[in-house]
């Protein structure tokens, strides 16, 4: 996917805006007002997990990008496209909790599309969106922000969206607790911010977890990053469901969690936050940004010895070896 | 080859038939149905090694901490060593 | 968790490296021969911990790597059809065959699914009475057990729609074909240590014996091979040469008497090609004739045609300790993960892949 943006979108579509590469677009309307922009698709299966669905998936992933941008979350946009056949009952849960989630991310849905395709051309439903949010002015939030000795925090504990799909995935279902992290952010971003803690950098760890997030992210800013796997909290239960399907948990989605780059000094003030929230309780300091340059991210094992973390080719597959 | 978990029996079903005896396996709180053909002797709260659906042995808590025995030997020797003491065998 | 976190504790696991540094006079070569336990040394950086006299190479003890490819077209050939089910473990989806791969029929349409056990293959056939519901059952000797049940069960309950295609190789025979190898690197093994728990090990000390070699059946964890490490590293030294078991917590003497009577009443041994090793003596698993409507290759009567390897890939040399990743012509650019030449590159425990993923960044 990464050599497909590289080599194919980003020379194609190439502009200042567009090359920051980040959740979303920062945009300055030249009259003091500058916002952020983001899109995103959401192609999950099965449609409903513990802890969420598409819906939910949906508004929180937007919202969630134009938090990392540091900009207030305001309006979406939502483009439907439903596969024929798909239970009406269905379609209306997905959009009253999407209803319920804008409330709780206080965003509005302004606009949206729907399309309908062939039976069996689609998965159910699909859902793309598009965000704005206001970026208060004197905020820069962005890769390029980030300095040597920053430390790296995350806001909770990793795994548990990814590990509760598969708990409900045909052929690997096993009896759990576990649920979705699927959350806003907005509220522990504003925190911080509002508590004058000064954040060089916002992501969340979707996808490929916190090591494929990490890897991007020292590749677009050319700096080593060093983390210790023994400060990475990962909740017992999903420990397990990993070590039963071999799954490496720094490689499982999450959708309620985000790394935040900030100077040493801010660190523990920033922890101190983070640890209000719900399932906040977790937040931790996992490692720093190093002097050396280089687009490598290296551990210290939970042995202590060191080791490169890469980023993974393709979705993780359970394995018997 | 063969990735293989120890998780804790937390209920079995006899059906009365050896091979198809069931169990509830836990690992760190989450809980698979788990094949105890090969496991006969294993009973509620026995830790086993599972392996695809299935276990393969009771895991023995005596050996279990034998490793660390072991290893206090070994603390014990190194320092012995470092003062110049001989060198006895430990495995 | 209980008997892993134990395992993985820093100072034990720093005191046996030490303990290591202190014996080791020499250079040496050792096999860890489990895919598992390759994965657990790249994962915990294991290696970093030896010293530098101490070469680990990764041995043939991965399903993903050692499944010929005419397997995996056969597989390819059986789940393309409209009326199969096919189901597999996650690991065999990205083996390559001579142009595709298993998600690539699932993505073209073909119903391939990806189960934890195979039995849940029945409760598939159970539910889908008019599809042929098909099993790639894979693996070494510690799988065998599991899969004979699948079959073993399906016969009891009268299930007719369900099938093995079978690829079970063995371990010992493999440990001698590397022995015997004239180029052979090993000087002593790291033996699979769940392999072992169903199938104990009274067959390593002639093995031991005949070719003169430490042979100590280790476990999986990071204190677990370095204690395995420890104590082949000892015998080296002392230039003995025997058979020991470091993972006492769950692997006996002669191993799990009924894994081993219900592997012998569904399956019997019989010669087995290795990809990239080519084909080596009773070294594998084929289904007995009892059982032979369960068996997929007589099933869906397949095309047998012998198809060549990669001419550039020198996985045999890898999986026998020969050479390295980086030695190949090919690796990191004409072989990488997303493109895998050879199953080395595709397993994240092949010697190619770790290597690949956890040293390319230099």
Not at chain 3, 155 to 173: A, D, E, T, W
Request: hydrophobic share 40%.
């Amino acid at each position: 996917m990464h050599q497909l943006i590289g080599k194919m979108f980003a020379p194609a579509f190439s502009n200042k805006l567009l090359n920051q590469q980040h959740d979303g677009a920062a945009i300055d309307l030249g009259n003091g007002t500058k916002i952020a922009f983001t899109t995103d698709s959401f192609v999950v299966s099965p449609l409903f997990f513990p802890g969420g669905n598409i819906g939910t998936l949906a508004v929180n992933g937007t919202v969630n990008d134009l938090a990392m941008c540091g900009a207030k979350p305001l309006y979406l946009s939502a483009g439907f496209i439903i596969e024929e056949g798909l239970p009406m009952e269905t379609l209306w849960q997905v959009v009253h909790s999407m209803s319920e989630a804008t409330e709780t991310a206080g965003v509005q849905l302004v606009t949206g599309d729907t399309k309908v395709v062939d039976r069996g051309k689609g998965d159910g439903i699909y859902i793309n969106t598009a965000g704005i949010g206001l970026i208060d002015s004197d905020r820069a939030i962005s890769p390029t922000q980030i300095q040597p000795g920053d430390k790296i925090l995350i806001n909770g504990d990793l795994g548990r969206h990814g590990m509760a799909i598969m708990a409900v995935r045909e052929g690997l279902e096993f009896e759990t607790e576990i649920k979705s992290d699927c959350a806003p952010l907005v509220d522990p971003v504003f925190a911080l911010l509002d508590a004058g803690i000064e954040v060089h950098c916002l992501r969340d760890l979707t996808r490929g977890g916190l090591a494929t997030t990490l890897v991007e992210i020292a590749e677009s800013i050319n700096t080593h990053l060093h983390i210790s796997e023994a400060a990475v909290p990962v909740r017992e239960d999903v420990r397990g469901a990993c070590e039963i399907l071999g799954f490496d948990p720094f490689y499982v989605a999450n959708e309620g969690r985000f790394m935040a780059f900030v100077p040493p000094d801010d660190a523990g003030r920033a922890i101190e936050i983070l640890r209000q929230f719900p399932d906040g309780d977790q937040a931790a300091i996992i490692g720093d940004v190093t002097e050396k340059s280089g687009t490598v991210v290296t551990m210290k094992s939970q042995i202590g010895a060191t080791r490169i973390l890469d980023m993974l080719s393709g979705e993780q597959l359970p394995r018997i070896c | 080859m063969c990735l293989a978990v120890p998780g804790k029996i937390t209920t079995i079903q006899d059906t009365g038939d050896p091979l198809l005896r069931t169990g509830k396996v836990s690992f760190g709180g989450i809980q698979k149905e788990v094949n105890l053909a090969y496991v006969p002797e294993a009973k509620i709260g026995d830790y086993v090694l599972v392996h695809v659906g299935f276990a393969l042995n009771v895991v023995d808590e005596a050996e279990a901490n034998q490793v660390f025995e072991y290893l206090r030997e070994m603390g014990e020797l190194a320092e012995l060593t470092e003062t110049g003491g001989d060198a006895s065998d430990t495995s | 968790m209980k008997y892993i976190d134990e395992y993985r504790d820093a100072d034990a696991a720093q005191k046996l490296a030490r303990a290591i540094h202190n014996i080791t006079t020499r250079e040496w070569t050792i096999m860890e021969i489990c895919g598992g336990q390759t994965h657990s040394i790249i994962k915990f950086g294991i290696d970093e911990l030896l010293p530098e006299q101490i070469t680990l190479v990764h041995g043939p003890g991965c399903p993903v790597c050692v499944t010929p490819v005419e397997l995996i077209e056969k597989a390819i050939e059986i789940a393309s059809r409209p009326d199969v089910i096919f189901c597999s473990f996650g690991d065999m989806l990205r083996v390559p065959g001579k142009k595709k791969d298993l998600l690539t029929v699932k993505s073209e349409g073909g119903n391939v699914r990806i189960v934890y056990s195979p039995l849940d293959c029945l409760k598939i056939a159970q539910e889908q009475p008019d599809k042929e519901v098909v099993f790639f059952a894979v693996g070494f000797e510690t799988t065998a057990p599991a899969n004979a049940m699948a079959v073993y069960q399906a016969q009891q309950q009268g299930i007719k729609n369900f099938s093995l295609l079978v690829s079970h190789v063995l371990v010992p025979p493999a440990m001698e074909a590397i022995l015997s190898s004239p180029v052979n690197q090993v000087q002593g093994f790291l033996a699979a240590g769940h392999v072992c728990t169903v199938m104990g090990y009274h067959e390593y000390p002639p093995i031991a014996e005949k070719y003169h070699v430490p042979i100590v059946v280790t476990g999986f964890e990071p204190v677990d091979i370095l204690q395995g490490v420890y104590a082949v590293i000892k015998q080296l030294e002392e230039g003995r040469a025997e058979v020991e078991n470091q993972y006492r917590r769950v692997v006996r003497q002669q191993g799990n008497p009924g894994a081993q009577q219900i592997i012998q009443t569904v399956f019997e041994v019989s010669n087995r090609k290795w990809r990239g090793v080519g084909e080596i003596p009773q070294s594998g698993l084929r289904l007995r004739d009892t059982y032979r409507a369960y068996d997929a290759e007589f099933k869906f009567n397949l095309s047998d045609q012998a198809i060549p390897e990669d001419p550039e890939c020198i996985s045999g040399l890898i999986l026998q300790g020969v050479k390295k990743p980086h030695e190949c012509t090919a690796f990191g650019t004409r072989c990488t993960p997303e493109k895998p030449l050879g199953a080395p590159m595709v397993s994240s425990e092949g010697a190619c892949a770790a290597y690949f993923r956890y040293r390319a960044r230099g």
